[in-house]
Structure formats: structure tokens, C-alpha cells
Nanobody, 122 residues
């Protein structure tokens, strides 16, 4: 009923930049908080960044503060993650999360995208 699709991952050299996108589609009524998480091989999932429903509040994990910026376009039901000054330790699968109220119902659910690979070479 609701899908999240990420894009924008790829291979970049250390110091470079990437911009990830995550678009929600389907029976999306109200999209509340949206967030990015990442998981590197052999490591636990790590919180990267989150943004409130109106974009007024942004939150960042300590490892990305000052380098990553989250924003959203509610008209497009899309959240973005601008990643600057990338480091090899940023290499991971980045997944989008959103809390969404399904249209015409009182049901709220948590949804995840399939993930997009980001690889930073040294």
C-alpha cells in the first residue's frame, strides 16, 4: 500500500558528495517523520538523520554532524540526504524510513525502503 524508493547512491572518492533521495508513494495520507539509517557489513544499523513532518526540526547522528544535511519536499513526498565530505567509513547501505498514515484510514505505519549502496573509496 505504501512504498519507499531510494535513489542516488553510488561510488565516490573520499571528500566527495552524494545526494540521496527517498520518495514515498501509494496510499500515503500524511507523512510524519522521515529518516535515514545506514548499515555497514558486519555492523548494526546506525541512525544517520531524521526530519520532522514540517521540516522544522532536523536530527543527526554524531558521526555525520556538520557533513550531512536532511531536507524534505512534502509536495513530492520525498526526503533528501545531502552528504558532503564523505569518508570511507560512510560506506554502507542507506535506508529510508517514514511514518505514514494510510490515506482514508486511521492506520499509521512505519515503512522502510529497500536501501541504496554508498561506497566511499580512499
Amino acid at each position: 500500500q505504501v512504498q519507499l524508493v531510494e535513489s542516488g547512491g553510488g561510488l565516490v572518492q573520499a571528500g566527495g558528495s552524494l545526494r540521496l533521495s527517498c520518495a514515498a508513494s501509494g496510499r500515503t495520507g500524511t507523512t510524519y517523520a522521515m529518516a535515514w539509517f545506514r548499515q555497514a557489513p558486519g555492523k548494526e544499523r546506525e541512525f544517520v538523520s531524521a526530519i520532522s513532518w514540517n521540516g522544522g526540526n532536523q536530527y543527526y547522528g554524531d558521526s555525520v554532524k556538520g557533513r550531512f544535511t536532511i531536507d524534505r519536499d512534502n509536495a513530492k513526498n520525498t526526503v533528501y540526504l545531502q552528504m558532503n565530505n564523505l569518508k570511507p567509513e560512510d560506506t554502507a547501505v542507506y535506508s529510508c524510513y517514514a511514518k505514514i498514515k494510510i490515506a482514508t484510514t486511521p492506520i499509521e505505519g512505519s515503512y522502510w525502503g529497500q536501501g541504496t549502496q554508498v561506497t566511499v573509496s580512499s
